[in-house]
C-alpha cells in the first residue's frame, strides 16, 4: 500500500478525488449561509408585520363613479336595460410632501431590523377637468357620490386619526376603498360634489405612519414635491427616481425630490384600471447596511480555490522534499479549510465582518501550521505552508472589498499563482518521478 502512495500518478488523482468530495461540504456551507439568510428574512417579516411593513403611499386622489346604460341582449332575444359603473379618477395638479421620518433599531434574536415612525404633511390641489376628453356624458357622472382615496401599504401603521381639510370643510378618514382600481389597501373620504368642478379644490392633512424599512411615494401630482430629514445616516434612495437634492452627515439626511407628470408613463386621469403607477414610486430605504451573508457568500465560492491551492502546496512539498504526506493527512486539511468559512459566519453574525474573517482565518493557519510541523517534521516547511494560506486569505479578503474590481484582480491573481507554479515545477521531471527515497518509513 505505502508503494502505491508513493505512486505520483496515483497521489495526483487521490487528490483529485478528495478535491470532490470536499466540494460536497463546501455547498453545504453554502446552504448554510442560505438559510442564515432566510432566517434574518424572517426575523424581519415578524417584527415589520407587527410594528408594520414597508409603506408606500398613494394620494389623494379624487374619483367620481359614472353610470353608463347599455341595451343587453336576452336569451329569448328581447332587450333589456343594464347599468355598468365606472370610476373617473382625477390626480392632483400639485401635490407636495413634507415631514420627518424617525428610525428605530430592535432586535429579533441575533438580527436587527429597522422600524420607523413618520410626521408627514400633504398638501396641494386639484384642477377642474374636462369630461369629454374621455368620451364621458357628464349627465351620466354620479357627483354625489364622489369621493377621495389615500393609498397605503399597511393600515396598522396609522398611528393617529386622518382628517382631510377639501376647500373649507374637514372630513375624518374612514378605513377600505370604494374603488381598487388604483390601490388595493388605504383610507378613504366621501366628498360630494354639487356640480361639475369648475375651480381649484385645495387640500390638506396630516399623517403619522409607522413602517419598516421603507418609505415609497407615487409621483401622482401634476407636479410632486416631497422634502424628508431624518436621523438616520446610512439612507439608500430607491425607486424609481433619485433625490434632486440631498445631505447625509453624522446627523442624518435630507432629501428632496421633484417629480413632472412628464417623468411618469401615466395621465392625470383616466377611467378605470388601464393604468398602474406602482412602477413610478420612489423614497428611502433605511434597512440595515449589514451584507455579512453576501459577503460569506462570495467567500465560499472561492472554497474550490483554497482547497486546490493547498493541496498543491502540500504536492509540491511532497515532490521536492521526498516526504510522504498520507490521504488521511489531507482530508483532515482540507476539513479544516471547509471549518473556516463556519467559523467565518458564525463569527460574523457577532462581530464586524473584517474582524469575523480575519479571527476565522488565524485559526485556520494556526491549525494548519501546527499540523505541518508534526507531519512534515520541520518548522521551515510549516512555516512556508502557512505563509502561503496567509496570502492567500489576504488575497481573497482584499478581493472581496471590491466592487468594480473584484474580477480583475482575481483573474490576475489566479494568473499570478499559475505562473509560480510553473516555475517551481519546471526542473520536475514527471517521466522519472520516484519516491523511494521518502523521508518517512
Known sequence: MKNLFQNVFFKMGMIF???????IPAIMVQNLIHERMTRQDDAVFEVSSKHAESQSITGPVLTIPYVVNKQVKNPDGTYRDKKERFYYHILPEELNIEGEVTPEKRKRGIFEVVVYGSDLNFSGR???????DLGINEDELELNKAFVTIGITDLKGVTDQVKIKMDDSIVMCNPGLLSDDIVSS???????????????????FELALNGSEKLMFAPIGKVTNVDITSPWQEPSFDGNFLPSKRKVDKDGFTATWKVLHLNR????????????????????????????????MRVAKYALLFIVLTYL?????????????????YVLVGIALVLFYVLMLAFSEQMYFDLAYVLAAFMTIG???????SILKSWGLAAMTAS??????????IIIQMQDYALLFGSLGVFLILAITM??????????????????E
Open 388 to 397: 502561503i494560506l496567509t496570502i492567500l486569505y489576504g488575497f481573497i479578503f
Open 265 to 296: 408613463n401615466y395621465p392625470q386621469s383616466w377611467v378605470g384600471s388601464k393604468h398602474h403607477i406602482s412602477g413610478s414610486r420612489f423614497g428611502v430605504n433605511m434597512r440595515l447596511p449589514v451584507d455579512v451573508y453576501q459577503k460569506s
Open 313 to 329: 502546496v502540500f504536492f509540491f512539498v511532497e515532490i521536492l522534499n521526498r516526504i510522504l504526506i498520507h490521504p488521511i493527512q
Open 17 to 23: 478525488v478528495l478535491i470532490l468530495i470536499l466540494l
Open 186 to 204: 388605504g383610507l378613504h373620504i366621501r366628498y360630494p360634489l354639487d356640480g361639475i368642478p369648475t375651480k381649484k379644490i385645495n387640500f390638506n
Open 423 to 440: 516555475y517551481f515545477s519546471r526542473k520536475v521531471d514527471w517521466f522519472d518521478l520516484k519516491k523511494g527515497d521518502s523521508k518517512i
Open 367 to 373: 491549525l494548519i501550521f501546527l499540523y505541518c510541523r
Open 126 to 132: 386639484f384642477d377642474s377637468y374636462r369630461f369629454d
